[in-house]
């Protein structure tokens, strides 16, 4: 079993529709959490930290389920420039807080 | 303005002919990490390092060497490439390394060993 795995997707929606993600882990220890968006060929970038409680940022929610050991990212109101692969990323504070990363969620918004 | 650099940005090589990869950071980060990005597979971390002089092997360390003499470099090396090691590679830095903050990558090295 992978240690962070993500729907590869691709998730095909219309502009301004609402869309969810979900995230597992497999590491009870883990302790930090994100989402990185990746762009076609570029490189990765923060999106957002992801909080126990839960943290919203503009059109974008991200929420922990510890005991569930999952993480969700839900994006409103979708725009084109939506479109992109989200990284879920986990940190399990083992052999030198490595980051490992899920797979990748692709999305594509159209008109 | 704060980045991390990758140099070269594209290679093709054959095997077995040693190259080296530069990542260079100019935000006095103490972090440094090397991942390969394979289709399926995810972003795997080969190699990482702590602070000069303190490195250490990530998921996927074999067939590659690093090395850390200056906070701000930190050099992917391949003695002998060979076709599995064709891949996107990222070089990223983060502050501290504590897992807690933003790690910021660099542009990416599209590598095809013949």
């Known amino acids: 079993r992978k240690e962070v795995e993500q729907d590869p997707g691709p998730f095909n929606v219309p502009e301004g529709a609402t869309v969810a993600f979900n995230c597992t882990y497999s590491n009870s220890a883990s302790q930090s959490f994100f989402w990185y968006r990746q762009d076609c060929r570029k490189e990765p970038k923060l999106l957002m930290s992801?909080?126990?409680s839960g943290n919203e940022d503009g059109r974008f929610t991200a929420q922990l389920n510890r005991a569930s050991q999952y993480i969700s990212l839900l994006i409103r109101d979708s725009k084109l420039s939506d479109s992109a692969t989200y990284l879920c990323?986990?940190?399990?504070?083992?052999?030198?807080?490595?980051?490992?990363f899920g797979g990748g969620t692709r999305l594509m918004v159209k008109p | 303005e704060a980045q991390v650099t990758q140099n070269p940005r594209y290679l093709i090589t054959v095997t077995g002919k040693k190259l080296t990869v530069t990542c260079s950071q100019n935000?006095?980060?103490?972090?440094m990490s090397w991942y390969r990005q394979d289709p399926g597979l995810g972003l795997r971390q080969i190699y990482y390092s702590m602070n000069v002089e303190v490195t250490d092997k990530g998921d996927v360390p074999e067939g590659y060497k690093v090395s850390r003499k200056e906070k701000r470099n930190f050099p992917l090396i391949l003695e002998s490439p060979s076709p599995n090691q064709t891949s996107l590679y990222f070089c990223?830095?983060?502050?501290?390394?504590?897992?807690?903050?933003?790690?910021?990558f660099g542009p990416g090295t599209r590598l095809l060993v013949l």
């Open positions: 990223a830095s983060s502050l501290s390394g504590t897992g807690q903050e933003t790690q910021y």
């Open positions: 990323v986990v940190n399990s504070y083992n052999a030198g807080n490595m980051l490992t």
């Open positions: 935000m006095n980060h103490e972090y």
């Open positions: 992801v909080y126990s």
